[in-house]
């Protein structure tokens, strides 16, 4: 935790990776790992949908195409209140690109500490394997091929305090 002026200074954790790659089961367990988590948001329109999904009886793929733009603007919302209540946010999104990362790092204040957690590419029949473990939600394997394409490194100069890679098992 860094401090200035005897001040709390929130950090952004941003997950950055293909579906698959571990950022979801990265953040549960370390989320799990804690004594206290209500200083903490967890940015991902994925929960989002998935909550509405069980609470209609519907899975992720029956309601994802209604639900997406809801999930975002929600997502959006609580993410600016969490950064008004100096929360640690875990965004939980593929963040693959400089331009997505852009967007999301301009809505924090100066000082406020910023990670990127980048999530490498499993050999193809591991993701394929954790890709065909999730049921009810399924991705394309030409929209995972097309992500994989987008893909873009991480950096400093992007606004990011440090970049580490993630543990997954």
Do not use: C, H
Request: aromatic share 14%; hydrophobic share 35%; no cysteine.
């Amino acid at each position: 935790m860094k401090t200035k002026e005897n001040k709390f200074m929130p950090s952004l954790y941003m997950m950055v990776g293909i579906p698959g790659s571990g950022k979801s089961t990265y953040v549960k367990d370390f989320i799990g790992s804690l004594d206290r988590v209500d200083n903490l948001y967890i940015a991902s329109t994925d929960n989002l949908i998935e909550y509405w999904a069980q609470d209609v009886g519907k899975t992720y793929d029956e309601i994802f195409q209604k639900y997406i733009g809801k999930a975002t603007e929600t997502m959006f919302r609580q993410v600016r209140y969490a950064i008004i209540a100096k929360k640690d946010i875990y965004w939980d999104q593929t963040n693959l690109t400089v331009k997505t990362r852009a967007e999301k790092l301009s809505l924090f204040p100066e000082g406020d500490n910023k990670y990127a957690v980048i999530f490498p590419t499993p050999p193809i029949d591991v993701l394929k394997q954790r890709l065909d473990s999730r049921p009810g939600k399924n991705i394309p394997w030409d929209v995972v091929e097309f992500m994989m394409s987008q893909y873009e490194e991480p950096t400093e100069d992007e606004g990011f305090d440090n970049i580490f890679r993630g543990n997954v098992a």
